[in-house]
C-alpha cells in the first residue's frame, strides 16, 4: 500500500469533497481527511499509470489544471505518515516501511499537532522533531501528552492499524468558482471555467460515466444568472471535447455584467464503457475524441438544432414522402424501391411548382421536350394523402433536365417536382 | 538564397504552373478520380484536386452539376467521413442519392440561417478533417472568404466544392480548379474548365454524355 495525500493550507469541508470526486479518476481508494486533506492509495494505481513519477505528474498537471495551487503533497506506506510529510512540506516519497523512521524523525513536532497545550507539553520536554518524541518511553510520554498524538504517531509508522473508510462518490456533480477578479470578458472566464470542466471530468472518470449536458451559471452581482447549457450527442467525460464545445458556446454570449463566480451542475450521468488504453501510447489520456461527432456538435451549437441533419430514404412510392431527415450518423434503416423505379431526380422541390403549359405543353425556360416517361405514381388513398401523377423526364432548351408531372385529376395541371442536376 | 527558395518550393501550398506532373506525381492521393474517364483524361493528377477548392459554375439547375461528383462521392462516402452538402438550393433527395452507391449515414445536410453562417459553416467543416468533402451553395463568396475556405480545405485536407451562378465566371478565384457547365450543342452536358492547378489548357470543352453517365455509371470500386 502506498499512500498519497493532499494536503490542503484552506479548505472547506465541500471543497474536500470536491478534490475527493476529482481523485477518483486516480485511484478508487479515495478518503478525505477533514478539515483539510484527502488520502489517495496509489499503490494499486502504479502499474497501470506506469510507475510513481507518471503517475504523480498527471496528478500534479492534473491539479493545476483545477486551479488547485496550494496543495502540498506527502507520499508514504502509511495514510497518517503520508499526512505528517504533506504537512511538513516534505514531498520525496517514502516508498518502503523500512525508510520510515528514518524519513519521519527529522520531521517538525507542528506537523503532528497544532493544539498550543500539546505543543506547550512537548516543549517542556525538549522535543522539536518526531524523532525526539519516539525516543523517550511510551507510558510517560502518554501521560504527558495525551493518547491521541501518541496514536497519530504510532500509525504514522505503522504499528497501530490505521483504517480508512472509502468515499463513494455520488452521482451528480455540483461545484462552484469564486472568481478571484469580476471579469466582463468572456475569454477571461475560460481558466476558471476549465477548471470546473476538470473537476467534473475527474469525477466523471472515477465512476466510468459521462455526461450529455451540462449547466453552467456565471454569477453576477445584481442581474440574474446568465445561464449556459452544453449538449453532446453521445455521454462524454474528456475535458478537451467539452472546452471545445464551451469555446463555441461562449462566442455567442454576450454578458449583461461583471461575473463574480461560476458554478457547473450536471445532474444525469450515463454509463461508459471503459476505454482501452492505446497498443502504442499505453494509456491515452485525450483519446480519439470522436472529432466526427465533434464536428455536427459544433455545428449544432453555433446553428441550433434541426439545422443540422442526415437523410434517409423510406419504402413510399409517393415521392415526396419516399425520403425523411433523421439525426445524422444514423444507419439509412429502410431499403429504397430504387432497383425497380425510374431514376429519380437529385434535387427534390419541397413543393411541386405549377408551369404554364400553353398549348398543351408544359414550359419552362421554353417549351419542354419528354425524354423518358410516363411514370404513373398512383398511391395513398388510405391516409389522404393521396396522388395520381404522370412523371415525365423533360429536357428545358437551356439543357435543364427536369422531373415533371401531369395531375390525372381535374384540371391537370402540370407540375415541376425535381432536377436531375 | 538558394536554399531558401528551395525551402519555399517545398512548401505543398505553392505549385509551379510549368511543374504539374511533378506536382500530381509528388502526392499520391492528392486527387480524387472524377469517375468519368474523359473529365479525369483533362484534369491535372487525374481527378478533383483533394485538400482544395474546386468552382462548379452554372446558370441553372438541372444541367448536371451533381451528377459529375456522384461517382467521387459515393466512394468518399464509404472512406468514414462525412459528406456534408450546406445550404442545398432544394432537397438532395435521398432515394436518388442512395441509389448513386452513396452512403446516406454518412451525409450531413446543413441549413444554416443567414449566408454569414454559411460561410462559417463550410470553414469549419472542411477545417476539422472530419469531411471528405463538403458541397456548398453560398449566395455569393468574395475574394477573401474564397481565400480562407481554401486554406480550410487544406488544413482538413477536404475537398471543398462550391457551386456558384454565372456571373462567379468574371471573378477571380484562388480555388484549384474551376469548372464551367453548360449545354452543348448536341443537347449534352459539357464541361469547361475556367482554371486548373497545374494545367496551362484554358479552354477545353468536353462532353461526359449526360445520359450514358445517369444510366450506366457505377460507383467505383472502394481502393483508394
Same mark, same amino acid.
Given at each position: 500500500?502506498?499512500?498519497?495525500?493532499?494536503?490542503?493550507?484552506?479548505?472547506?469541508?465541500q471543497?474536500?469533497?470536491?478534490?475527493?470526486?476529482?481523485?477518483?479518476?486516480?485511484?478508487?481508494?479515495?478518503?478525505?481527511?477533514?478539515?483539510?486533506?484527502?488520502?489517495?492509495?496509489?499503490?494499486?494505481?502504479?502499474?497501470?499509470?506506469?510507475?510513481?513519477?507518471?503517475?504523480?505528474?498527471?496528478?500534479?498537471?492534473?491539479?493545476?489544471?483545477?486551479?488547485?495551487? /496550494?496543495? *502540498?503533497? +506527502?507520499?508514504? %506506506?502509511? #495514510?497518517t !505518515?503520508? =499526512?505528517?510529510?504533506?504537512?511538513?512540506?516534505?514531498?520525496?516519497?517514502?516508498?518502503?516501511?523500512?525508510?520510515?523512521?528514518?524519513?519521519?524523525?527529522?520531521?517538525?513536532?507542528?506537523?503532528?499537532?497544532t493544539?498550543?497545550?500539546?505543543?506547550?507539553?512537548?516543549?517542556?520536554?525538549?522535543?522539536?522533531?518526531?524523532?525526539?518524541?519516539?525516543?523517550?518511553?511510551?507510558?510517560?510520554?502518554?501521560?504527558?501528552?495525551?493518547?491521541?498524538?501518541?496514536?497519530t504517531? /504510532?500509525? *504514522?509508522? +505503522?504499528?497501530? %492499524?490505521? #483504517?480508512? !473508510?472509502? =468515499?463513494?462518490?455520488?452521482?451528480?456533480?455540483?461545484?462552484?468558482?469564486?472568481?478571484a477578479?469580476?471579469?466582463?470578458?468572456?475569454?477571461?472566464?475560460?481558466p476558471?471555467?476549465?477548471?470546473?470542466?476538470?473537476?467534473?471530468?475527474?469525477?466523471?472518470?472515477?465512476?466510468?460515466?459521462?455526461?450529455?449536458?451540462?449547466?453552467?451559471?456565471?454569477?453576477?452581482?445584481?442581474?440574474p444568472?446568465?445561464?449556459?447549457?452544453?449538449?453532446?450527442?453521445?455521454?462524454g467525460?474528456?475535458? *478537451?471535447?467539452?472546452?471545445?464545445?464551451?469555446?463555441?458556446?461562449?462566442?455567442?454570449?454576450?454578458?449583461?455584467?461583471?461575473?463574480?463566480?461560476?458554478?457547473?451542475?450536471?445532474?444525469?450521468?450515463?454509463?461508459?464503457?471503459?476505454?482501452?488504453?492505446?497498443?502504442?501510447?499505453?494509456?491515452?489520456?485525450?483519446?480519439?475524441?470522436?472529432?466526427?461527432?465533434?464536428?455536427?456538435?459544433?455545428?449544432?451549437?453555433?446553428?441550433?438544432k434541426?439545422?443540422?441533419?442526415?437523410?434517409?430514404?423510406?419504402?413510399?412510392?409517393?415521392?415526396?414522402?419516399?425520403?425523411?431527415?433523421q439525426?445524422?450518423?444514423?444507419?439509412n434503416?429502410?431499403?429504397?424501391?430504387?432497383?425497380?423505379?425510374?431514376?429519380?431526380?437529385?434535387?427534390?422541390?419541397?413543393?411541386?411548382?405549377?408551369?404554364?403549359?400553353?398549348?398543351?405543353?408544359?414550359?419552362?425556360?421554353?417549351?419542354?421536350?419528354?425524354?423518358?416517361?410516363?411514370?404513373r405514381?398512383e398511391?395513398?388513398?388510405w391516409?389522404?394523402?393521396?396522388?395520381?401523377?404522370?412523371?415525365?423526364?423533360?429536357?428545358?432548351?437551356?439543357?435543364?433536365?427536369?422531373?415533371?408531372?401531369?395531375?390525372?385529376?381535374?384540371?391537370?395541371?402540370?407540375?415541376?417536382?425535381?432536377?436531375?442536376? | 538564397?538558394?536554399?531558401?527558395?528551395?525551402?519555399?518550393?517545398?512548401?505543398?501550398?505553392?505549385?509551379?504552373?510549368?511543374?504539374?506532373?511533378?506536382?500530381?506525381?509528388?502526392?499520391?492521393?492528392?486527387?480524387?478520380?472524377?469517375?468519368?474517364?474523359?473529365?479525369?483524361?483533362?484534369?491535372?493528377?487525374?481527378g478533383?484536386?483533394?485538400?482544395?477548392?474546386?468552382?462548379?459554375?452554372?446558370?441553372?439547375?438541372?444541367?448536371?452539376?451533381?451528377?459529375?461528383?456522384?461517382?467521387?462521392?459515393?466512394?468518399?462516402?464509404?472512406?468514414?467521413?462525412?459528406?456534408?452538402?450546406?445550404?442545398?438550393?432544394?432537397?438532395?433527395?435521398?432515394?436518388?442519392?442512395?441509389?448513386?452507391g452513396?452512403?446516406?449515414?454518412?451525409v450531413?445536410?446543413?441549413?444554416?440561417?443567414?449566408?454569414?453562417?454559411?460561410?462559417?459553416?463550410?470553414?469549419?467543416?472542411l477545417?476539422t478533417?472530419?469531411?471528405?468533402?463538403?458541397?456548398?451553395?453560398?449566395?455569393?463568396?468574395?475574394?477573401?472568404?474564397?481565400?480562407?475556405?481554401?486554406?480550410?480545405?487544406?488544413?482538413?485536407?477536404?475537398?471543398?466544392?462550391?457551386?456558384?451562378?454565372?456571373?462567379?465566371?468574371?471573378?477571380?478565384?484562388?480555388?484549384?480548379?474551376r469548372?464551367?457547365?453548360?449545354?452543348?450543342?448536341?443537347?449534352?452536358l459539357?464541361?469547361?474548365?475556367?482554371?486548373?492547378?497545374?494545367?496551362?489548357?484554358?479552354?477545353i470543352?468536353?462532353?461526359?454524355?449526360?445520359?450514358?453517365?445517369?444510366?450506366?455509371?457505377k460507383p467505383?470500386?472502394?481502393a483508394?
Amino acid at each position: 500500500m502506498l499512500w498519497l495525500c493532499l494536503y490542503f493550507s484552506q479548505r472547506n469541508a465541500q471543497a474536500l469533497e470536491q478534490v475527493a470526486a476529482w481523485a477518483g479518476q486516480f485511484t478508487a481508494r479515495v478518503s478525505p481527511a477533514p478539515p483539510d486533506a484527502v488520502l489517495l492509495e496509489i499503490g494499486a494505481s502504479l502499474r497501470y499509470f506506469g510507475g510513481l513519477e507518471p503517475l504523480r505528474g498527471r496528478i500534479e498537471a492534473s491539479l493545476q489544471r483545477l486551479g488547485t495551487r /496550494q496543495a *502540498a503533497l +506527502g507520499i508514504a %506506506p502509511t #495514510p497518517t !505518515a503520508a =499526512w505528517l510529510l504533506a504537512r511538513s512540506g516534505d514531498n520525496t516519497p517514502v516508498t518502503a516501511r523500512n525508510q520510515l523512521s528514518q524519513r519521519l524523525a527529522p520531521l517538525p513536532i507542528t506537523a503532528v499537532t497544532t493544539d498550543p497545550t500539546s505543543l506547550a507539553a512537548i516543549e517542556g520536554l525538549g522535543c522539536r522533531t518526531v524523532g525526539d518524541i519516539r525516543a523517550l518511553p511510551l507510558d510517560g510520554l502518554t501521560r504527558r501528552v495525551g493518547s491521541t498524538l501518541v496514536q497519530t504517531l /504510532q500509525r *504514522a509508522y +505503522g504499528e497501530r %492499524p490505521d #483504517p480508512r !473508510a472509502n =468515499w463513494q462518490a455520488p452521482h451528480q456533480h455540483h461545484a462552484q468558482y469564486e472568481l478571484a477578479q469580476e471579469t466582463i470578458h468572456t475569454e477571461q472566464l475560460k481558466p476558471a471555467l476549465y477548471h470546473l470542466i476538470e473537476g467534473l471530468c475527474g469525477h466523471l472518470r472515477s465512476l466510468n460515466a459521462g455526461v450529455m449536458r451540462i449547466h453552467f451559471q456565471l454569477l453576477h452581482r445584481q442581474q440574474p444568472h446568465t445561464e449556459l447549457t452544453l449538449g453532446m450527442l453521445t455521454p462524454g467525460h474528456h475535458p *478537451a471535447r467539452i472546452q471545445a464545445l464551451l469555446d463555441h458556446r461562449l462566442e455567442q454570449v454576450c454578458l449583461p455584467s461583471y461575473v463574480i463566480a461560476l458554478n457547473i451542475a450536471a445532474d444525469h450521468f450515463h454509463d461508459m464503457q471503459p476505454q482501452g488504453g492505446d497498443l502504442l501510447d499505453q494509456i491515452s489520456d485525450e483519446p480519439a475524441l470522436d472529432a466526427w461527432q465533434g464536428l455536427v456538435e459544433n455545428l449544432d451549437h453555433r446553428l441550433g438544432k434541426d439545422r443540422v441533419r442526415g437523410l434517409a430514404t423510406a419504402a413510399e412510392h409517393r415521392p415526396e414522402r419516399a425520403w425523411h431527415y433523421q439525426r445524422p450518423g444514423q444507419p439509412n434503416q429502410s431499403a429504397s424501391h430504387q432497383g425497380t423505379t425510374p431514376p429519380r431526380p437529385f434535387w427534390l422541390l419541397p413543393q411541386p411548382t405549377p408551369l404554364s403549359s400553353p398549348a398543351g405543353r408544359p414550359n419552362y425556360h421554353g417549351p419542354l421536350i419528354f425524354e423518358a416517361g410516363p411514370e404513373r405514381i398512383e398511391s395513398g388513398w388510405w391516409d389522404g394523402g393521396d396522388i395520381s401523377r404522370d412523371y415525365y423526364r423533360a429536357l428545358s432548351p437551356q439543357g435543364e433536365q427536369l422531373w415533371v408531372f401531369r395531375e390525372r385529376r381535374k384540371p391537370r395541371g402540370w407540375y415541376l417536382h425535381g432536377f436531375f442536376a | 538564397m538558394q536554399q531558401a527558395i528551395h525551402q519555399l518550393l517545398e512548401q505543398p501550398g505553392i505549385w509551379r504552373a510549368n511543374d504539374s506532373h511533378a506536382f500530381a506525381e509528388r502526392q499520391p492521393g492528392s486527387h480524387i478520380p472524377t469517375g468519368f474517364s474523359s473529365l479525369d483524361a483533362v484534369l491535372p493528377g487525374g481527378g478533383f484536386p483533394n485538400a482544395a477548392l474546386t468552382e462548379v459554375i452554372h446558370q441553372h439547375h438541372g444541367l448536371g452539376e451533381l451528377r459529375i461528383t456522384m461517382p467521387a462521392l459515393a466512394r468518399m462516402s464509404r472512406g468514414g467521413r462525412w459528406i456534408a452538402l450546406i445550404a442545398p438550393p432544394f432537397v438532395p433527395y435521398p432515394p436518388a442519392l442512395a441509389a448513386r452507391g452513396l452512403d446516406l449515414s454518412r451525409v450531413l445536410v446543413v441549413h444554416p440561417s443567414d449566408h454569414s453562417q454559411a460561410l462559417w459553416s463550410v470553414e469549419q467543416a472542411l477545417r476539422t478533417g472530419t469531411c471528405a468533402a463538403v458541397l456548398a451553395w453560398p449566395k455569393h463568396c468574395d475574394d477573401r472568404s474564397l481565400r480562407r475556405l481554401q486554406l480550410a480545405a487544406e488544413a482538413g485536407n477536404s475537398l471543398g466544392m462550391l457551386f456558384r451562378g454565372a456571373e462567379a465566371t468574371r471573378e477571380s478565384s484562388p480555388a484549384a480548379l474551376r469548372l464551367h457547365l453548360a449545354q452543348t450543342q448536341q443537347k449534352r452536358l459539357g464541361v469547361r474548365i475556367l482554371k486548373c492547378r497545374g494545367a496551362s489548357a484554358s479552354t477545353i470543352e468536353l462532353d461526359t454524355g449526360a445520359n450514358a453517365a445517369t444510366h450506366e455509371q457505377k460507383p467505383l470500386p472502394l481502393a483508394l
